[in-house]
């Protein structure tokens, strides 16, 4: 069967992080970045995914159900969602709770991605043991779908207990409890309790559609939400030089909490000319270019249901980042998709 891809979208992907020394306050930066939203809704764009993190100097939310609550009552048609919430870190009533206000707010527009999480900081800060992860998120997980059930809940776990309370308010559109994982192991538990897979390598898609058949579900009705780290501009050179630096910041900052291995063994990231040489940094592409690899990524995975990127890089100025918003929407997003229904 064809693949149908009238409900492909495009999305932007925001971590709130104003570096020190940037000169910019949290109370204007959120406004901006707010305001581009709603902008950029305007232009196509048919997501919005925010992170979360904690104790990080240069303010990385650690709110995102917050900012989607804003967002949600900013925006008529945008869909929200978390990519993600380090559901381990949180008592999962309390999520179902606030990711339930979400919902109505925003019509049923909201998803709610999490992950096991990977920065020990966090995990100490919040008493949690990071031996615990996956049982902590195995148990989260069903706690938010039988609080959204309406149905009194009662739970006795390994990790958590609840009496037979009933969780309100009840959304009438539950949302989308969608996954992030990079291990095999991580990702087969994907298949079997989650909704959708958050991906952040097009390396790991294979991986989860094997695990969903291996539970006994078909690969064509598989739900992939990327996260792709690109950068596309007319001139990618000239763009690099004004950002680049920016986004090595960024990678160091992820090398440090672990999320490509032990600290001690990762790479360090110290110049934009070695986040472009690493393959799990930044691609930077011409329009052109962009336009012929998204094509092909995407008839290669039709299971993609949504194609977001980085919006603004940390310490990166409001009118960078939307020049290469406003370019991705007047120049790729549009030629990708007439291609793609070709």
Excluded: N
Aim: net charge negative; proline share 8%.
């Amino acid at each position: 069967m064809a693949a149908d891809y009238r409900e492909l979208s495009f999305g932007l992907w925001y971590d709130f992080r104003f570096p020190p020394g940037e000169g910019r306050s949290p109370e204007d930066g959120y406004r901006e970045i707010v305001d581009q939203i709603v902008w950029a809704e305007s232009l196509g764009y048919g997501s919005v995914w925010l992170s979360e993190h904690h104790f990080v100097e240069d303010g990385y939310t650690p709110s995102p159900l917050v900012l989607a609550a804003a967002v949600a009552v900013r925006t008529k048609r945008v869909r929200i969602g978390t990519s993600l919430v380090v559901l381990p870190l949180h008592d999962p009533v309390r999520v179902a709770e606030d990711a339930a206000t979400v919902s109505i707010l925003s019509d049923g527009r909201f998803d709610l991605g999490v992950a096991q999480g990977y920065r020990l900081e966090e995990f100490e800060a919040f008493g949690r043991r990071p031996s615990h992860r996956p049982s902590l998120l195995e148990e989260g997980i069903e706690v938010l779908r039988r609080s959204w059930s309406g149905d009194p809940l009662r739970f006795e776990g390994r990790r958590f207990s609840y009496p037979a309370v009933r969780v309100t308010p009840v959304p009438a559109v539950p949302p989308k409890v969608l996954i992030g994982a990079v291990s095999h192991l991580a990702i087969a538990r994907v298949a079997r309790i989650g909704d959708g897979f958050l991906a952040s390598r097009p390396e790991h898609i294979p991986v989860y559609l094997d695990a969903l058949e291996q539970e006994g579900q078909a690969r064509g009705d598989a739900c992939v939400y990327h996260g792709d780290w690109l950068i596309v501009s007319d001139d990618p050179e000239r763009i690099w030089s004004e950002i680049g630096g920016h986004a090595a910041y960024q990678m160091r900052k992820y090398a440090e909490w672990g999320v490509f291995g032990p600290p001690a063994d990762a790479p360090s990231f110290p110049d934009p000319d070695a986040v472009l040489s690493d393959p799990r940094g930044y691609r930077l592409l011409d329009t052109e270019t962009a336009v012929e690899e998204l094509v092909a990524l995407l008839r290669a995975w039709p299971q993609i249901r949504d194609l977001h990127f980085w919006a603004k890089l940390p310490g990166e100025s409001i009118e960078s980042s939307s020049g290469r918003i406003e370019h991705f929407a007047s120049h790729v997003a549009p030629r990708v998709r007439e291609q793609l229904s070709a």
